[in-house]
Nanobody
């Protein structure tokens, strides 16, 4: 499974970006995969941002992004999205998408150490 993240860039505080993560691979479908977004700022550990379950599409967010970010998925397009609004400089980081096969529970989706597949990361920079 290959994940390709895109959509990052430079934006002013208060602006918006939409990240995409396209999954590819032979006979691949993300329908039965839990997926998530994590981010890593310079000098900091990678942290959970948002996740979405496989079949139920229930969503989960870090408190720092709740109400500003929206995670969604289009199974037909094998694509995961992260709509980011009201961005602030603290959101500056490299954003990574990840996937776990099966139907992981909530705690698993929030743990980057349990993800099986990762995208290469896309840089988001928010200027003040």
């Amino acid at each position: 499974v290959q994940l390709q993240a895109s959509g990052g860039g430079l934006v002013q505080a208060g602006g918006s970006l939409r990240l995409s993560c396209v999954a590819s691979g032979r006979t691949l479908s993300i329908y039965n995969m839990g997926m998530g977004w994590f981010r890593q700022a310079p000098g900091k550990e990678r942290e959970f941002v948002a996740a979405i379950k496989s079949t139920s599409s229930s969503t989960y967010y870090a408190n720092s992004v709740k109400g500003r970010f929206t995670i969604s998925r289009d199974n037909a397009k094998n694509t995961l999205y992260l709509q980011m609004n009201s961005l602030n400089p603290e959101d500056t980081a490299v954003y990574y998408c990840g996937a776990i096969r099966g139907h992981p529970i909530t705690s698993t989706l929030k743990n980057d150490g349990l993800y099986e597949f990762w995208g290469q990361g896309t840089q988001v920079t928010v200027s003040s």
